[in-house]
Structure formats: C-alpha cells, structure tokens
C-alpha cells in the first residue's frame, strides 16, 4: 500500500459546491448534476489508483473532469450550440479558480451543518445528536427512546445523507447572481475587444 | 443504470449498516462487492463516510458537566450564527470542578494516570499552585486549537488534558494527558516551561511537541527553535526548573525520547517532522511504518479498536494518509493493497486483522 487511492476524491469532496456548480452550467438541472456527479467522483477516484504521477493539483484536476464529464453528457444530448459550450468553458476556468480559495472556512462548515441538523425531524435529529455527540450504539438508542433499531438506523441514513450535503455541497455566497454577472459582463468584454 | 439517488441512498444505509460497529464479516464482503460493482458506488460511499467522520467534531459541544441532552443541537441551544462566528465551543471557560465532570470513558485512563503522577510527587507541586490555572481538554478523536494572553497557540491532540498559567514571571503547562503542540510566543522575560508526566521543557520562542506515552515516557519534536529537555530522575526535573540550563537541547529538525535519567536526541527530516506533526490536520501519515504502529496510533482516536490477531503481519510496512477519525478507509487499503481479512467483532464493534487467505 504505497497510495490511498482514495486521496484525490477526499480532496475533491472539499470542492463539491464548485463541482456541482460547474455542472450545472452545463446542464441547468439539479438532477442532471447529480448524476453526472456520482460519474465525477468515480472518474476521480480511479485516477487514485492509477499507476501515474501524483496529481499536484487536485481540485483543478477535478475541475477538469467535471467539465469533461459534462461535455460528454451535452455531445451526447446534442442540444446545445457548440459556440455557447466554447464561451462557457472560457468563463469557468477563471470563476472556478477565483472561487475555490473562498469555500474552505471551518466555521462556515460548521455553521451549515448545524443549519442542516436542525431542519431534520426531531426524532432524526434526536437519534443523530445520541450517536454522533454522545456516541451510544444504535441498540442503546433504540431501548433509550422506545423505537426499533431499524428506525433508528434509517434516521441515521437519512441524516447522513443530509450532513454529506450540507458538508459538502456548501452554497457559495451569491453564486448564482455572482456567476451570471460574471458571464455577462466577460461576455460584453469580449464582444467590445473583437 | 441506477440513478444517483439510489446509489446516495444505498451507500447510506451501507454506512449506517457498518458504523454501528456490530456487522459482520459476511456484510463487509457485501460492502466490498457492491463496491467493486460499479466506482461510483465506491467513490459515493467515501463520500459519506468522509462526511460522516468529519461531523465527529460535534463532540466538542458536549458540556463538561456529563449530563445527556438529546437536544443538545436543537435551535433553542446551538444557533448556526453563533457557531459561524465562534466555532465550536470553545474549550475555554469549561473548568473542571472534579473528576465527576470528565467523561465517563476517559475517567479510569484519568485516574491511573493522576495516580502515576502523584507517586512522582508532582501532584503535591500541583496541589500547590492550583491557583491562576486554566483547564482545556480533548475528548477520544477530538483536537482543538487554544490561544492564550502571551500570544502562543497550543494544538490538542486527541485525548489530552493540560493546565495553563501565565504570570508576569514565567509561562507554565502542566500536560497530564495526551499530546500537544506548542508554538511559543517569543518572550525572553518569561521562559516557557511544559511538565509532562516527571519530563520538563523548557522554550523561549519555539514550535515543538510534546506527548506523553506514560508518566516516565516521553517524546518532543521541535520543528522550530531550540529546547532544554530534563529528564526524570535528573536534577533539573519539574521542581528546580532551573537547573535545565545545563540539561540536554534538541534544535529544530530533531525529536528526543525521553525516559527516566536519559534523554536520546535523534534527527529528523523536515518532511518527517510535518508527517508527525499531521495529526494538527485531523491526519494520520505513514511511510513505512509497521502496521503494528500505524494500529496503535489508529487506536488513540478511536472508541473502536484494532488488534492484529496475526503476528505474521505486524511488521508490514505501510503508506498513505488516511483521517485520525477512519479508521475504516484504513481497513478498507490494507484488505486491497496486502488482501489482510477483517473480522468485526458483534459486541463491541471492535476491529481484527488476519494475515490475507486465513479464515476469521
């Protein structure tokens, strides 16, 4: 074990909300993203145990694959006009990079994982608050609070599920007026320096 | 073609399935399959796993007191906009009153290790100065960042304990547990000194660690700067600090073992020195080490333990980073990269490796 295959896509885990936003350009669906997400991820971690130099960069390498992704996924729709798709590429390299040193900021995290929990159901949020702060097993929380294991365990997937996302897919302040700024005025930019 | 919800969802109940520490080797071989079955599945899993260890930080908000509040995170106790400017509860201002407030699990490590300080006799020398002393702690995987009145920052390791006083004459740490980094704000007038189990330090403007393996055991890395290590059994110990001019000095670049009566100072690459010092990140790296180390230090951030049941494979050399507080990314790299099996045991949750082809 001279690797951990796994370490490029911890890393990429921290760029999620700059991913998704890049995919999202692209596909202008929340449900598109998610899918072509998982595809990322995958692409990302088989890079880990690949038999290549070490990746010095690694979320711009994930940047990278994100939009290769996305490109894929638009050729194969065959719905967009290739010139808009060109345009496109040329804004996200620079928003993308100037975006990626904002996002890591503990207490932010913090902040929005607290959100997150207590919009969860109070039972969930009771079960998860036993095991994760306090650390009692499923069995003791289940006899503790009068419920089966099995509802216990599926309050803990449904939190974690939700804390991944709030971990992870963090929204960057203003993105969506940010970005479509930007678009507009490089566009206008471009348009006057022809 | 499944859809992204579906692997989100099923990699969830996986995760559930094995954090509660009681599945199966049956079910990690159910885990791997499904892994190996598609990289997305794979790569969703880490996801959530990652998240899922990550949170362990919330533990920092447990009162000191014991008490149990399942609402401890409900909106009327913890409010996102404060933690957005605080943090997490910060660890000043949690004094102990006694050893009724520590944490039920860390109390019987607690008590051996006051009783091994007081048949050294610092206990007295602490009894002494109680007054103006300050208490911080880490609980098991938990580390937290302190900065006190002088400037310096101190970095808690997980499961550590240390006083702090600060006076106009002198800076003093008293560190009764775990392991601790220190970057010393410079301050000629006011020498730092660190007591570890009978083990002094003693720094002007530094950055060194410290950590304590038992009373008479003990290690400092210095990553900047220069220090004087007294030994216990030597003159220049915790009660005639004074005496440490002549004691032995590790500079920058080097790590001393310190026992009773010695102090074995030896070099240390600086690459080295920031792959100790990972655990300031939440990280564990290995290059080379055996994986008899690299389990017991897996083993101080976590409730659930690991045992190598297979002296065969102790002495495997391992590689990689891997978070202080998953232990599982770890399991899952030795069962790929050497084919070690692993054996959970149902009652406790606890972690066993075989040598790879031996059944459980």
Redesign the interface.
């Given at each position: 074990?001279?690797?951990?295959?796994?370490?490029y896509?911890?890393q990429a885990?921290d760029i999620e909300c700059v991913l998704r936003a890049c995919l999202y350009r692209y596909t202008r669906n929340n449900?598109d993203v998610?899918?072509l997400?998982?595809?990322v991820?995958?692409?990302?971690?088989?890079a880990g145990s690949a038999d290549e130099p070490e990746i010095r960069s690694v979320r711009a390498f994930a940047l990278t694959i994100a939009r290769n992704v996305a490109f894929d996924w638009l050729r194969h729709r065959q719905v967009v006009p290739i010139e808009l798709v060109a345009d496109m590429e040329a804004l996200e390299v620079l928003d993308e990079a100037e975006q990626i040193d904002e996002i890591v900021n503990?207490?932010?995290e913090?902040?929005?994982?607290?959100?997150a929990?207590?919009e969860l159901p109070?039972r969930c949020?009771?079960v998860?608050?036993?095991r994760?702060?306090?650390?009692y097993?499923?069995k003791e929380i289940a006899s503790r609070?009068n419920i089966s294991e099995n509802t216990v365990?599926q309050h803990?997937?449904?939190s974690?599920?939700r804390?991944?996302q709030a971990?992870?897919d963090q929204p960057i302040a203003e993105r969506p007026a940010t970005l479509f700024d930007r678009f507009r005025r490089r566009k206008g930019s471009h348009v006057q320096g022809q | 073609m499944s859809?992204?919800?579906d692997?989100?969802?099923a990699a969830?109940?996986w995760?559930?399935?094995i954090?509660?520490?009681?599945a199966s080797s049956q079910t990690w071989d159910a885990l791997q399959a499904w892994m190996d079955a598609?990289?997305?599945h794979?790569?969703?899993f880490?996801?959530?796993r990652?998240?899922?260890n990550?949170?362990?930080?919330?533990?920092n908000?447990?009162p000191v007191d014991g008490t149990?509040?399942?609402?401890?995170?409900?909106?009327k106790n913890?409010?996102?906009?404060k933690?957005?400017?605080?943090?997490?509860q910060p660890l000043e201002g949690s004094p102990r009153k006694g050893l009724e407030d520590l944490f039920m699990p860390d109390r019987r490590r607690v008590l051996t290790t006051a009783a091994a300080i007081a048949a050294v006799g610092v206990f007295a020398w602490f009894g002494a100065y109680h007054h103006g002393w300050k208490s911080y702690e880490t609980g098991l995987g938990a580390r937290e960042k302190i900065g006190l009145t002088d400037g310096t920052t101190v970095d808690l390791n997980t499961n550590t304990a240390l006083d702090v006083r600060i006076t106009d004459s002198r800076r003093d740490i008293m560190l009764t547990r775990g392991e601790a980094l220190f970057h010393v704000a410079h301050d000629s007038n006011r020498p730092f000194y660190v007591v570890a189990g009978g083990t002094v330090v003693r720094a002007v403007g530094t950055a060194f660690s410290v950590r304590i393996r038992d009373p008479e055991h003990v290690d400092v890395l210095v990553a900047e700067g220069r220090v004087a290590v007294g030994a216990p059994g030597t003159e220049a110990n915790f009660e005639n600090p004074s005496l440490l001019a002549a004691a032995p000095k590790v500079s920058a670049g080097e790590a001393a073992n310190v026992r009773r009566n010695s102090v074995a100072v030896h070099r240390v690459h600086p690459k080295d020195v920031i792959r100790k010092l990972a655990w300031t990140e939440g990280q564990l790296a290995f290059q080379g080490e055996t994986l008899d180390d690299a389990v017991q230090e897996f083993n101080r951030y976590n409730?659930r333990q690991i045992t190598i049941a297979d002296p065969s494979i102790l002495k495997v050399q391992?590689?990689?980073?891997?978070?202080t507080t998953d232990p599982d990314?770890f399991i899952?790299?030795?069962q790929?990269?050497?084919g070690i099996r692993v054996h959970v045991e149902e009652r406790n949750g606890n972690i066993r490796l075989f040598a790879g082809g031996k059944p459980p």
């Open positions: 074990m001279s690797k951990n295959d796994e370490r896509l911890i885990l449900s998610d899918e997400l998982q595809e991820y995958a692409r990302v971690l088989l503990s207490h932010q913090l902040a929005q994982l607290i959100g929990i207590q109070e949020r009771q998860f608050t036993l994760k702060v306090y650390g097993s499923q609070m365990e803990l997937t449904k974690a599920r804390c991944a971990l992870f | 859809k992204a919800s692997i989100s969802d969830a109940e995760l559930i399935r954090e509660a520490g009681q598609d990289p997305r794979r790569a969703a880490i996801r959530l990652v998240g899922w990550r949170i362990d930080r919330l533990k908000v447990r149990i509040n399942a609402d401890l995170l409900s909106r913890i409010s996102p906009a933690v957005l400017i605080h943090g997490l409730q391992v590689g990689g980073s891997f978070s990314s899952a790299a030795l790929r990269s050497f």
